[in-house]
């Protein structure tokens, strides 16, 4: 569990790392290192340099803009984020993602920076953000920075629209979602501590009647990059949420899965449980957004 | 199949006169654990020697394949590589490791690195010994093997058929043994009984996972011609006559130590492997040399629990008497036979369990295929057995209409039938195993979470309630080995205990054993403290094993929870002879009328004269120094010695014998929920009984039916290897094979009844592994929420994928 030679580097600021990155052929951002050091170690991957992005100040953050948005340091650690109170009254999705992550050793040296450029297809942060429409902010050399609508940034498994060598990730942006909005996140995994075999994010906002306005169910651990299930949106846009909407929902939003098989669970189970995870989610998220369920 | 004879009893029976009952019992703190909780414990990778090199492995990514050629040229110019030895290097400098199969197995050729060809994934190829670990896998990435992929094995059954690919070919089969056990008139009773019950099951392929992986450092000493090797095998000396043979050094020289163990659960009997490959290494580069195994080098490829294969049927009349047996099993032993095939014999003789089955037999095989080598893993073999007659209980239950617990409180052994004798001659030593029955049923409320079972289905929840009873046959009689190979000269289980007062009137004590997280040091202290009636923190009990000052028999170690049979049985014995040597002393220096002393409370004092008294710290004083004060011809010094031989025998020609000394007894009561749309279990409520025996110290015996519970738990729902057909092993590290955390294993009410063994000293019975009883009772519990579905599990492993489709009524 030795990982092979590799160069260390320590930059302090953006624009060093950015420098570095563009110079060192092959080399791979450390942030937290909870899964680049595993792979390194397991020799799954061998990285001739490593930029440790843990010198550079700035990146650590969870604040509020004055618009309602929320904005969040690349570098922040996954337990800052799961203490935040701002995270955990405003997007509820967000927190129980967090709290469900790995573990305590795991919480508190991962980062959602990290986790997001990783792009795990199992990962539980990523369908939270395109669940949130959450935006990500990618910097470059000089300064530049542009913003990446979480939908679009997902591209493949371990892939994401970040230009390879020249961008890194240092800013999560969550937009206001308005009153009457309501959010979860669920997983099914067989222990606690594991990657999800399922995973779902649900987020909506309803009128006063309890007629969805906006819904987004995003599913995680199903395919190549979070699965956004808009036919399960589309069943819900303008009704009101009872058992058998949510079912139909899931059903519909369900239907077109084509899950990976995997050691832990089958393409059949997985989509089961997908639908079920589905069901469960928007319900709650219904009552979330009604107010009737905390 | 009845109470045990007078005369065998009495063969058995043991003085425990020496006993004053005034330490046992008692939680005391355990010695260990101070050093143990501050992180200050004493573990191989803790060993840091001058000029010590380390060594890593190239590994065979194949499960079967020809090696055609290797070529270490790449992995040599790594700077800071000293030694890289491929299979051919090794067959220069050892034999081949010995095999304990009969013919024709016998004839496979075993190094610890492969020659010739590969038969397991992960199976060394080549060792690179170098200045440091990073060194060492660099250069081991970089051994390029020239493989031919060969056809694979995975599956028991097809490796028996003809034309099955041979994992050795000069064995000419893949048959390591096959033993036919006969015992009491099968035939008759099945042509005889009310109905023929019948079931297959498998119990399927997992680990022990110890928290510290296998490790070893080997030290040779060229002024002194002395090798040191600090290990965490199990039972050192078992491989102390391989190490020897292999080094070319007599025993005086060959110092094997282990210290603090990090768990073994039986994966560490078959490290030898890395014991015999650091020592050659180390006596070739004449510097200390570490290897310390990686969690995916473990899990991969150290050892592995057999999987075993039985169909059983059983003759059942219609009240719910089980009267016979009949099975046929198969056991998976991977690619080598380290240590398997020894699972064809224990427990094998007993699998009529806790019940009183007239008559049993069993046509067992045990086979060759290409996955990791198969080992002892904690319940070894009496798990898979128990396992498949509890099952068996459970659907002869359901057949009938009964209630399970009913079933079984019929067939249980009666208390005044104990000592019983069962069909194959094992000898249950004592308990009341309906009473202990009876009292984990209350409190878990059996009745109560029966009603509540009905009730939670009408809303649609499902609840299962699984109720088994299970057995720690512990103190193996190693003869058992004869049954399937009458040839080996290893017979009996002893071991071996040093008490010795030292000048200053404390205790100091070395043990045969190899704890691994067992207590031993303490269990060991409260049993001399209570012999001597001194205080417990006035003894010292040696951390592990030293050959070169503990005291040994070739069965020494821990393994098969011998511990509080044997050993503690050598430990009473030391200090029951110490305390009469005190004894003598003492009453000559107080000069006692008519000699007659008490030894009380670290003192000693005449009977007739109380007054006339003296602490013991004087006469050790005496002892060894003040020799003259000491009465005329005894030899002075305060040195015991005793080697515990319980009265085993070897097996007679129907291969009938008593192969442990004690039978714990537990029962298991758990009520799992399963969620009806995810298939996935929770448990509800865990209650185990314990009997073991007398209860040396109430926190030790808790902490291992802790222990076993979650072993159990992690077995039924969360630790399985999956091979695919290729013999890839698809988890090999703990992302995948799932190891359950505290999060997973659910709060467990401990109970205990407490009959002593009238055949040890002490009272006290082994117990550690549990039996495997939580495999049973969680598998139990699903199968019961499972049932009014149709649904029957046939494997030793319940996950929520098999689950659900047992629901919705899908084969996969």
Same mark, same amino acid.
């Given at each position: 569990m030795r990982p092979a030679p590799f160069e260390y580097y320590a930059p302090t600021s953006v624009e060093d790392a950015l420098r570095l990155l563009e110079e060192k052929e092959g080399a791979k951002l450390l942030a937290g290192g909870q899964s680049l050091l595993a792979l390194m170690k397991l020799r799954l991957l061998a990285p001739p340099a490593l930029i440790d992005l843990n010198r550079i100040g700035g990146l650590r953050y969870v604040r509020e803009d004055g618009n309602g948005w929320i904005s969040i340091g690349a570098m922040t650690l996954y337990d800052?984020?799961?203490?935040?109170?701002? !995270?955990?009254?405003?997007?509820?999705?967000?927190? %129980?993602?967090?709290?469900?992550?790995?573990?305590?050793?795991?919480?508190?040296?991962?980062?959602?920076?990290?986790?997001?450029?990783?792009?795990?297809?199992?990962?539980?942060?990523?369908?939270?953000?395109?669940?949130?429409?959450?935006?990500?902010?990618?910097?470059?050399?000089?300064?530049?920075?542009?913003?990446?609508?979480?939908? %679009?940034?997902?591209?493949?498994?371990?892939?994401?629209a970040l230009e390879p060598d020249r961008e890194m990730l240092v800013e999560v942006r969550l937009p206001p979602w308005p009153p009457g909005s309501g959010g979860t996140y669920m997983k099914l995994s067989k222990r606690e501590i594991d990657f999800s075999i399922v995973e779902v994010a649900a987020q909506m906002s309803v009128d006063g009647d309890g007629r969805v306005k906006e819904s987004r169910v995003v599913l995680g651990s199903v395919a190549t990059r979070p699965y956004r299930a808009t036919a399960a949106e589309n069943v819900l846009s303008g009704s009101v949420v009872d058992d058998a909407l949510a079912a139909k929902a899931a059903e519909a939003g369900t239907k077109d899965l084509e899950p990976p098989s995997d050691v832990q669970a089958s393409s059949w189970y997985r989509k089961e449980v997908a639908k079920v995870l589905v069901k469960r989610a928007i319900l709650r998220a219904w009552k979330r957004a009604r107010g009737v369920e905390q | 199949m009845s109470k045990a004879s007078p005369e065998i009893i009495s063969t058995y029976k043991q003085d425990s006169s020496a006993l004053t009952l005034k330490w046992l019992g008692k939680p005391l703190k355990p010695k260990e654990d101070y050093r143990l909780v501050r992180g200050r414990g004493m573990f191989v990778d803790d060993v840091q020697l001058p000029r010590m090199a380390y060594a890593a492995f190239a590994r065979s990514p194949y499960a079967h394949a020809k090696i055609k050629g290797i070529d270490v040229s790449r992995a040599a110019s790594v700077p800071g590589v000293l030694l890289i030895w491929t299979g051919e290097d090794l067959k220069k400098r050892m034999r081949p490791l010995p095999q304990a199969t009969p013919p024709p197995a016998r004839n496979a050729i075993d190094y610890p690195l492969a020659v010739d060809k590969v038969r397991f994934q992960g199976e060394p190829v080549a060792m690179v010994v170098a200045e440091s670990r990073y060194a060492a896998e660099d250069a081991a990435s970089q051994i390029d093997v020239d493989y031919e992929p060969l056809p694979v094995v995975v599956d028991a059954e097809k490796a028996l058929e003809p034309g099955a690919p041979l994992v050795h070919d000069e064995v000419g089969t893949n048959l390591i043994a096959h033993v036919h056990y006969k015992w009491g008139d099968v035939d008759y009773y099945f042509q005889h009984a009310d109905m023929v019950v019948e079931g297959k099951f498998h119990y399927h392929r997992f680990t022990g996972a110890p928290l510290e992986p296998n490790a070893v450092v080997a030290d040779y000493d060229e002024r002194a011609d002395? $090798?040191?090797?600090?290990?965490?095998?199990?039972?050192?000396?078992?491989?102390?006559?391989?190490?020897s043979a292999g080094l070319n050094m007599p025993y005086p020289k060959v110092r094997v130590v282990t210290r603090d163990i990090g768990g073994g659960f039986g994966t560490k009997l078959v490290n030898y492997v890395y014991m015999v490959l650091a020592s050659l290494a180390s006596k070739e580069l004449r510097r200390p040399v570490k290897y310390v195994e990686t969690r995916t080098e473990n899990l991969q490829a150290a050892a592995h629990n057999a999987e075993r294969t039985c169909y059983v049927s059983a003759a059942v009349q219609r009240d719910g008497t089980v009267l016979a047996i009949r099975m046929k099993c198969l056991d998976d032993d991977g690619a080598y036979a380290r240590h398997e095939p020894a699972g064809m014999t224990v427990w094998a003789q007993v699998s009529t369990g806790m019940y009183r089955i007239r008559a049993l037999e069993n046509d067992f095989y045990a086979v060759f295929t290409n996955k990791c080598p198969s080992t002892s893993i904690r319940g070894f073999s009496r798990a898979p057995h128990l396992f498949? !007659? %509890?099952? $068996?209980?459970?659907?002869?239950?359901?057949?009938?209409?009964?209630?399970?617990? %009913?079933?079984?409180?019929?067939?249980?052994?009666?208390?005044?039938?104990?000592?019983?004798?069962?069909?194959?001659?094992?000898?249950?030593?004592?308990?009341?195993?309906?009473?202990?029955?009876r009292k984990a049923l209350e409190a878990a409320d059996y009745q109560g979470w029966r009603r509540k079972q009905e009730e939670l289905r009408r809303q649609g929840r499902i609840i299962g309630i699984g109720v088994v009873v299970g057995s720690d046959s512990a103190g193996p009689n190693m003869a058992q080995v004869k049954m399937y190979n009458p040839g080996l000269p290893y017979t009996s289980g002893t071991e071996g205990a040093l008490v010795q007062m030292t000048p200053d009137g404390k205790v100091r004590v070395t043990l045969g054993t190899s704890p691994q997280g067992m207590g031993h040091e303490t269990t060991a202290a409260q049993v001399v403290a209570d012999v001597l009636d001194v205080d417990y923190d006035d003894i010292y009990v040696q951390t592990g094993f030293d050959s070169f000052t503990s005291v040994y028999t070739m069965h020494s170690g821990t393994y098969g929870s011998r511990f509080a049979p044997l050993g503690?049985?050598?430990?009473?014995?030391?200090?029951?002879?110490?305390?009469?040597?005190?004894?003598?002393?003492s009453a000559y220096v107080l000069n006692c009328p008519g000699g007659d002393v008490v030894i009380e409370g670290g003192k000693a004092y005449c009977r007739a004269d109380p007054q006339r008294s003296t602490d013991l710290k004087r006469i050790a004083r005496i002892a060894y120094g003040n020799v003259n004060e000491m009465p005329p011809g005894m030899e002075p010094g305060l040195y015991s010695i005793a080697i515990f031989r319980p009265p085993f025998q070897n097996p007679d020609e129907n291969k009938r014998a008593n192969l442990a000394l004690t039978y714990s007894y537990n029962?298991?009561?758990?009520?799992?929920?399963?969620?009806?749309?995810?298939? $996935?279990?929770?448990?509800?409520?865990?209650?185990?009984?314990?009997?073991?025996?007398?209860?040396?110290?109430?926190?030790?015996?808790?902490?291992?039916?802790?222990?076993?519970?979650?072993?159990g738990l992690a077995e039924a729902l969360y630790e399985k290897y999956h091979y695919d057909e290729n013999g890839n092993l698809l988890n090999s590290n703990f992302v995948d094979y799932l190891a359950p955390t505290a999060l997973e294993v659910p709060s467990i009410s401990v109970l205990h009844t407490e009959t002593p063994s009238p055949f040890t000293p002490t009272g006290a019975k082994g117990m550690g592994e549990g039996g495997g009883t939580a495999v049973q009772a969680v598998i139990s519990a699903v199968e019961d929420a499972l049932a009014p579905l149709g649904g029957e599990l046939e494997e030793s492993h319940a996950d929520p994928e098999v689950i659900l489709r047992i629901l919705k009524g899908t084969s996969s």
């Open positions: 800052e984020l799961e203490q935040s109170p701002l !995270i955990r009254t405003r997007y509820p999705a967000m927190h %129980e993602a967090l709290y469900r992550l790995g573990d305590q050793q795991v919480r508190n040296r991962g980062t959602i920076g990290g986790s997001l450029a990783h792009a795990d297809p199992s990962a539980n942060l990523p369908p939270v953000m395109v669940a949130l429409k959450a935006q990500l902010v990618a910097a470059r050399r000089g300064g530049e920075r542009r913003t990446i609508p979480a939908d %679009e940034f997902f591209l493949d498994a371990f892939t994401t | 002395i $090798m040191t090797v600090y290990c965490n095998n199990q039972a050192p000396m078992e491989w102390l006559p391989q190490l498949m !007659i %509890e099952r $068996m209980m459970d659907r002869i239950a359901r057949k009938l209409g009964m209630d399970p617990a %009913e079933i079984r409180m019929r067939n249980l052994v009666r208390p005044e039938d104990m000592p019983y004798m069962t069909p194959s001659g094992g000898l249950y030593d004592s308990g009341n195993w309906p009473e202990g029955l503690l049985s050598a430990v009473y014995l030391a200090a029951a002879r110490l305390k009469e040597k005190l004894a003598k002393i029962v298991h009561v758990v009520v799992v929920e399963i969620d009806p749309e995810t298939g $996935m279990p929770r448990i509800l409520n865990y209650v185990a009984l314990e009997d073991s025996g007398r209860i040396v110290n109430p926190l030790v015996v808790d902490g291992q039916v802790h222990g076993a519970v979650a072993h």
